[in-house]
């Protein structure tokens, strides 16, 4: 998983994992176009690393900021297929 904080303008201001080399950096496309648009919701992502992933995007509407949390798709399809089991 990969979660992350960016300001308005869709720059990361908090990331794990990779915090330091990421933070200030601009957010993938993908993801900046939400932000720049104010759209929240779910989307297919690539992370920085290469994985795809669903990302679930939202605002706070305190501090503008916005959250993004990158679920591999291994991971999701795994947990779909677990909670399908009797």
Do not use: C, H, K, N
């Not at 869709?10 to 990779?18: E, S, T």
């Not at 496309?29 to 648009?37: G, H, K, L, Q, S």
């Not at 991971?75 to 089991?85: G, P, S, Y």
Request: aromatic share 10%.
């Amino acid at each position: 998983w990969a979660a992350g904080v960016l300001d308005r303008s869709g720059r990361i201001v908090a990331r794990v994992p990779d915090a330091p080399g990421r933070t200030g950096q601009l957010a993938r496309e993908e993801v900046r176009a939400r932000v720049v648009a104010g759209e929240e919701g779910a989307f297919p992502v690539t992370t920085f690393e290469g994985r795809p992933s669903t990302a679930y995007v939202g605002r706070s509407p305190t501090y503008g900021w916005w959250f993004v949390i990158a679920v591999p798709e291994t991971v999701r399809r795994a947990t779909i297929a677990r909670a399908m089991l009797p």
